[in-house]
């Protein structure tokens, strides 16, 4: 089985930064493409970055140029850094990844289990 454990919530004011991270353990024989994802209260779970194996990302339009993913691959970890935040941004945030347990078996996606992130006005 595979674990994603998240870690780096928390309450910050706007235009403050918080740093999240996700470590992936367990069976992992590679990991494909690495995610964050965010659920407000009364939303649907939304996507905000993605990031490839190679280090390709990708971003919601409502976090372009303010926030940033990473991965270190030797760690199976992913980073989400988030600056000038905003209450909008309020959210638990959720990793993902797509990961391989074998050399014979598909990916399948792993979730975390989620972290608190608050932001007041």
């Known amino acids: 089985q595979v674990q994603l454990v998240e870690s780096g919530g928390g309450l910050v004011q706007a235009g403050g930064s918080l740093r999240l991270s996700c470590a992936a353990s367990?069976?992992?024989?590679?990991?494909?493409?690495m995610a964050w994802y965010r659920q407000a209260p009364g939303n649907q779970r939304e996507l905000v970055a993605t990031?490839?194996?190679?280090?390709?990302?990708n971003y919601a339009d409502s976090v372009k140029g303010r926030f940033t993913i990473s991965r270190d691959n030797a760690k199976n970890t992913v980073y989400l850094q988030m600056n000038s935040l905003k209450p909008e941004d309020t959210a638990v945030y959720y990793c993902?990844?797509?990961?391989?347990?074998?050399?014979?078996?598909?990916?399948?996606?792993?979730w975390g289990q989620g972290t608190q992130v608050t932001v007041s006005s």
């Open positions: 990031i490839t194996s190679g280090g390709s990302p």
């Open positions: 993902a990844a797509d990961v391989r347990t074998s050399i014979r078996a598909p990916a399948s996606r792993f």
């Open positions: 367990g069976s992992i024989f590679s990991i494909s493409s």
